[in-house]
């Protein structure tokens, strides 16, 4: 890791900051020497967790409010110099079969967020975490920025929408944001009830727990797994880097594996489980985007950032962190 001298007695925001990037993040900003507010609406079965930040919890500030709370997030964005952006739901399918949930949970309450950036600080940097599946299925890979986006549920394009709010208010008000068009993120501290968000987290509790894994179809779809850790790190360097303003990335790794083989994998890190193949459920394959293949070259051009976590060696240590936390995610 870096030492990122530039984070040392900065004032930073982190929204969904009890979850799993958020407290993923927040440990290595109070490691940096950062001073730190958690801001989390505590919304039923997302990943706010208070254990997450157990190890670092009398050095950081917590806020318990909704993100569309103007009056908590007034006070909150003032004098802060980075804000981390991370306080949206992410189920796929919950979005699809309640569509004004998804508006309600995930767009209004950005708008109000944006506007208390623009009426109480408009000078902080925005780093507001997207999703690579605003790109949808990728006709022409590998994905770039550049991409036709192609969201094929109705959370995709709700993550679309907000990524134009931040972009349209860096134009017309000043503000300062920078997107970051996350793919399939894995590691500690990830809520593992259920299989929402995050799946291939959840398949980890299934080996655990010496349970089957279902496989849809045969498998054969290509993805990328990025160790949270090196999340962490790109997200650090997007933060500090004063020519990432106003730009939108695409991420991804090097380590490209089937589905099938992710959860070969993922049985070997547990040493127990099994999978079984079973025929595509309707509702996951009308919103299935096929193969994921990322060039990230703008990303590593404009901040130098490269993962470097294997998936065996990611897969070993999420499996070793919840064999020793299990009770307090189960």
Known sequence: MKGHKFYAKRNVLITGGLGFLGSNLAARLVELGASVTLYDGLIADLGANFFNIEAIKDRVKVVIADIGDRSAMDHHVRNQDIIFNIGMHSCHLDSMKDPVFDIQTNVVPQINFLESLRYRNPEAKVIYVGTRAQYGRVENPPITETAPLNPMDIYSVSKQAVEWYHMLYGKICGLRP????????????????????????????????????????????????????????????????????????????????????LVKEIIKACGSGSFVHVPWPEDRKIIEVGDVVTDYSKLTAHTKWTPSTRLSEGLRITAEYYRQYKKHYW
């Open 178 to 261: 920078t997107s970051l068009r996350l793919g399939n993120t894995y590691g500690p501290r990830h809520q593992m009830r259920h299989a929402k968000y995050g799946v291939q987290n959840y398949l980890m509790r299934l080996a655990l727990d010496n349970k089957q894994i279902e496989v849809f179809g045969d498998g054969s779809q290509k993805r990328e797994l990025i160790y949270v850790d090196d999340v962490v790190e790109c997200l650090l360097l997007l933060g500090e880097k004063e020519h990432c303003v106003g730009e939108v990335y695409a991420i991804g790794t090097n380590e490209r594996v089937t589905f099938v083989e």
